[in-house]
Structure formats: structure tokens, C-alpha cells
């Protein structure tokens, strides 16, 4: 149980263009989920929290213009990099909680060129 | 404020040999979870084991088993008999008794076990 989807598993888009990455829970509702971002040998690094219904509270840094999320449903979240740069190539991973703990999603590989 | 240190950035171990992954918080809560986590080459965080900051009680599973001490605030990961499978990142995270809070993690550890 406790499964968490994420697609696309990698994505190349040209600089200029807008990526969606989707993050759905499977099997159960997920009230609260969580958007990190992963570096090259290093850790993951929290972009945002996305409840339900409303706003998604950014961590400091992170723009909201340009890293878009939306979670409509109660197992669908979305992030979509806009107007994607070279420098916005990394790993993204979507994380949902429940009863148990958090289960990830398996990760989207974006590459800018 | 919260915080997770993973004091060892790369450990590289031959075959068969244990290895022990160290894990410092610090959490002004009471009450807390304590998490580790693997990451194969693949990417994806594959779950290993979550504590309560109630239950001081080692843990054993397998070749894998968890030392937790609040008195020093540490909660260690040791693989015994470590196979190359085991090779990976490996992130100890804190959260709050909340399931709408977040995770905090450690900085990972590289686990590198030779042949």
C-alpha cells in the first residue's frame, strides 16, 4: 500500500519551454505533499508543500513564479517548471504523507538543453 | 529549529565486511520520528525504517539494525555482512509528529561496498 507515481521518470525540453511532472497517490488520499529537489551528490532539498485545495507554501528561495504547483485532488499534485533554463536541470521527486510516514515518488530527471 | 548531520560523506567497505552510519539531530520537540532512507543509483528513495522519539528500543531487521539514543541524540544505521547491493546513499531525516510537516534531511551518506 502507500503507493506513490510520478511521470515522467525524464524529461529533455528545450530552454524556454514549460515542463508539468505529475505526482499521484495510488492507493490512498493524500492531503499534504511535498516537492523536493536533488542536485548532483547531494540532498534533497525541500522547493515546497502543496495541501490540497489551497496555496502551496514555497521554502525560501524557491520562485513561486517559476516552479508552479497545483494539487486540485486529493491524489493529484503537479509541479511545472516554467520557462525552463539550463540551471533547472536536476532531479525532482514528489513525496506524499500518510497514517505510516512518507512514500516518494520515483523521481523525474530534467534535463534543459 | 531542526536539523539532521551526516557526519560521513563517503564510507567504502569490502564485501562482508559491517558498517556503521552515523546520524545526529537536533529537534527542539518532544516528540518527533526518525527516518532512514536508501537511494540506489536509480534515484528513487527507498524507505528503511521509522522511529518514535518514544520508543528508545533497537531495532533489528535482517542484516540491517538501528541504534537509537536520545541521550546523545543519535540514531545509527549498521549493515552487517555488507554485499555490494547495499552500495547507495543512504539519508537519516527527522519530521514532527505531524503528517502535514515536512522532512528534514541529513546531507546522505555514500555507501560503497567492494566486491
Known amino acids: 500500500g502507500a503507493v506513490v507515481s510520478q511521470h515522467p521518470s525524464w524529461v529533455i525540453c528545450k530552454s524556454g519551454t514549460s515542463v508539468k511532472i505529475e505526482c499521484r497517490s495510488l492507493d490512498f488520499q493524500a492531503t499534504t505533499m511535498f516537492w523536493y529537489r536533488q542536485f548532483p551528490k547531494q540532498s534533497l532539498m525541500l522547493m515546497a508543500t502543496?495541501?490540497?485545495?489551497?496555496?502551496?507554501?514555497?521554502e525560501q528561495g524557491v520562485e513561486k513564479d517559476k516552479f508552479l504547483i497545483n494539487h486540485a485532488s486529493l491524489t493529484l499534485s503537479t509541479l511545472t517548471v516554467t520557462s525552463a533554463h539550463p540551471e533547472d536541470s536536476s532531479f525532482y521527486i514528489c513525496?506524499?504523507?500518510?497514517?505510516?510516514?512518507?512514500?516518494f515518488g520515483s523521481g523525474t530527471r530534467l534535463t534543459v538543453v | 529549529a531542526q536539523k539532521v548531520t551526516q557526519a560521513q560523506t563517503e564510507i567504502s567497505v569490502v564485501e562482508k565486511e559491517d558498517v556503521t552510519l552515523d546520524c545526529v539531530y537536533e529537534?527542539?520537540?518532544?516528540?518527533?520520528?526518525l527516518f532512514w532512507y536508501k537511494q540506489p543509483p536509480s534515484g528513487e528513495l527507498v524507505f528503511l525504517i521509522r522511529r518514535n522519539s518514544f520508543d528508545e528500543q533497537n531495532e533489528i531487521s535482517g542484516r540491517y539494525s538501528w541504534n537509537f539514543q536520545k541521550s546523545t541524540s543519535s540514531f545509527n544505521f549498521t549493515i552487517t555482512a555488507s554485499q555490494v547491493v547495499d552500495s547507495a546513499v543512504y539519508f537519516c531525516?527527522?519530521?514532527?509528529?505531524?503528517?502535514?510537516?515536512?522532512?528534514?534531511f541529513g546531507s546522505g551518506t555514500r555507501l560503497l561496498v567492494r566486491p
Open positions: 502543496s495541501n490540497e485545495g489551497s496555496k502551496a507554501t514555497y
Open positions: 513525496s506524499a504523507t500518510h497514517r505510516d510516514g512518507y512514500t
Open positions: 531525516a527527522l519530521s514532527r509528529m505531524d503528517s502535514s510537516y515536512k522532512l528534514i
Open positions: 529537534t527542539r520537540d518532544t516528540t518527533y520520528y
